[in-house]
């Protein structure tokens, strides 16, 4: 593919080497990362922090910032180059041009075994072993790799593409354009037990798991559906692998839960919120619009909108760098306080006998 080709399929320029060298059109095969790079490839840099790589790349165009030192670097080193306001997003359009993901043909392989209830669309690509049961609807374009298990009336969307070894538990709904990463478990039971004189009596989860349009869930991830109501993930919210998300949880739009997070029962967050790998989220704890949150922070109460919390229990991140660097230094302020009660010991000493020397005059 012509590079004049890709800057044009991108359309994101805000100026190229185009422009002033038309004749540097080169012929390229893929994408490379810039410190790995491979010949007759496009690749990107994000700033000028990585400016160094544009000296050595083996790159045959890069994708830069609208920066016009690093164009210059480029320039000197006669690399065919294109500059946008998100370098990075160029790049993953880039990828786009040359890889797509696997799919299956279209058609219904032999070994699924679908329930004579279920509604099936059009152009649809099911795979060996799939189950669907009763009444389940799967959408126009949806693609379903290997044994998959689709439970009763659980519903998935247009162009939704379930990978292997998924499971949509009964009455689920995904939203079209998902993707369900393999392993995953959508609608399971939630974790509900009521404590009795006998033990614990389980309480039935007749709820359900809605996944609204765009959400990626990540391979190993688990979703549960509440006694009553619904948990909800909201539009293009995005889940990493093994994101464990309880009964009741209501996750508004463009929500991002890095590996291994956990929300306990009823938390609920707003927009863009965004939880590094590993917070932990307590109960109906209620998380603001935007707010961020470093790994392995917990989250025990509400967090305002915009907050940026690290640590566990989790501090604004001021706070915590201050108490860090506080941390950090306890070891001295211990011998300092060692020292200090001693010095104080040795003064009590010398006034007692200071007393006990005034009374015997």
């Not at 544009?54 to 080193?77: H, K, S, W, Y």
């Not at 079209?176 to 393999?182: G, L, P, S």
Request: proline fraction near 5%; charged fraction near 15%.
């Amino acid at each position: 593919m012509k590079f004049s080709d890709i800057v044009e399929q991108l359309g994101m320029a805000e100026t190229s080497s185009l422009a002033s060298q038309p004749d540097l059109d080169p012929d390229i095969v893929g994408v490379s990362a810039v410190q790995d790079s491979l010949p007759d490839t496009i690749s990107y840099v994000e700033g000028k922090k990585f400016a160094h790589h544009i000296e050595t790349t083996a790159n045959a165009a890069l994708i830069l910032p609208v920066d016009g030192a690093l164009q210059a670097q480029a320039r000197e080193r006669g690399l065919a180059w294109v500059s946008m306001r998100e370098p990075r997003l160029g790049f993953s359009r880039a990828i786009a041009l040359f890889y797509q993901p696997f799919h299956l043909a279209v058609g219904i392989h032999p070994t699924a075994i679908i329930d004579p209830t279920a509604t099936i669309g059009e152009h649809v690509a099911i795979g060996p072993h799939v189950v669907i049961q009763a009444g389940a609807t799967i959408g126009n374009n949806v693609c379903i790799h290997p044994q998959v298990v689709v439970y009763p009336g659980a519903q998935v969307g247009a162009h939704t593409t379930l990978h292997a070894s998924c499971v949509i538990h009964e009455r689920a709904q995904v939203g079209a354009h998902c993707v369900i990463h393999a392993g995953a478990v959508i609608g399971s039971e939630g974790f509900g037990f009521v404590p009795t004189a006998q033990g614990w009596e389980k309480m039935h989860q007749s709820g359900i798991v809605v996944l609204e349009d765009h959400v990626e869930v990540g391979c190993n991830a688990a979703v549960d559906r509440p006694a009553v109501g619904e948990t909800r993930i909201g539009r293009n919210s995005k889940l990493d692998n093994l994101v464990h998300v309880a009964h009741n949880c209501q996750l508004a739009d463009n929500c991002v839960l890095a590996a291994q997070v956990g929300l306990a029962g009823g938390v609920e967050l707003d927009s863009l919120v965004v939880l590094g790998g590993q917070v932990g989220v307590a109960n109906n704890a209620k998380i603001g619009r935007g707010a961020q949150a470093g790994s392995k922070a917990g989250l025990h109460s509400n967090v305002p909108p915009g907050s940026v919390m690290m640590g566990s229990p989790a501090s604004p991140y001021r706070t915590y760098l201050k108490s860090s660097a506080i941390y950090n230094r306890l070891p001295e302020m211990h011998r300092t306080l060692k020292q200090l009660q001693k010095q104080v010991a040795d003064l009590e000493q010398q006034l007692l006998q200071l007393e006990q020397s005034n009374h015997q005059e």
